[in-house]
């Protein structure tokens, strides 16, 4: 079986989509790697910690990240309140 499901003679476009398939595999890997260490160098700025050394860090808060209930990181959701909310709260308030 071929991947284009043409049959023989089409070797060129059997390569040609495999090269795609893995390009866009690559691609999109590289893209979650990318915003993931962006949000985490943010998160940990905001928080006043010191930036991400390896990739390993990022890898390890893309995978907690993953199985966390909460999108919160460390006392984040303290650090980081809406400004809507406190005008909200000081409206409420007087």
Partial sequence: AFLSGIGSGYLKLD??????VSTF??????????????????RRSALGEPPPESLLEVASYIWSS?????L??????????????????AAASG
């Fill in 25 to 42: 595999a690559v691609t999109g890997t590289g893209a979650v790697i990318l915003a993931a260490a962006e949000e985490l160098l943010a």
């Fill in 15 to 20: 390569i040609f989509l495999v090269y795609m």
């Fill in 72 to 89: 919160s990181v460390g006392g984040e959701a303290e650090a980081l309140s809406y400004e809507g909310s406190e005008v909200a709260a």
């Fill in 66 to 70: 993953c199985r966390a209930s909460s």
